[in-house]
Nanobody, 122 residues
Framework: QVQLVESGGGLVQAGGSLRLSCEASGSIRSINVMGWYRQAPGSQAPGRQRERLAYITSGGSARYADSVKGRFTISRNNAQNMLYLQMNSLKPEDTAVYYC???????????WGKGTLVTVSS
């Protein structure tokens, strides 16, 4: 079994910063792409209407959504199966549940964490 567990969410004022972490554990041989998604509160549905914010390959190549480019930075530690999201210059519209995603194994099976809530006050 594979588990993804996010941490680091919380309440922050606009303009502030947070760092999210995601730990992957379980029967893992290789993790391909890892990414961060978010979903506005009240619209949770598994795998639906989640905005992809950023993803990073096992080789370290990263891509960002326009909404977070220049403010968020994704990184990973392959040896520890960790994924991070440094979020700076946070805005109230960044308020959402943030989810970690990983494509694991030879078939790139999708796994999701349960999410961590980020609330940005104005």
């Amino acid at each position: 079994q594979v588990q993804l567990v996010e941490s680091g969410g919380g309440l922050v004022q606009a303009g502030g910063s947070l760092r999210l972490s995601c730990e992957a554990s379980g029967s893992i041989r290789s993790i391909n792409v890892m990414g961060w998604y978010r979903q506005a509160p009240g619209s949770q549905a598994p795998g639906r209407q989640r905005e992809r914010l950023a993803y990073i390959t096992s080789g370290g190549s990263a891509r960002y959504a326009d909404s977070v480019k220049g403010r968020f930075t994704i990184s990973r530690n392959n040896a520890q199966n960790m994924l991070y999201l440094q979020m700076n210059s946070l805005k109230p519209e960044d308020t959402a549940v943030y989810y970690c995603n990983a494509q694991i194994g030879p078939y790139g099976t999708d796994y999701w964490g349960k999410g961590t809530l980020v609330t940005v006050s104005s």
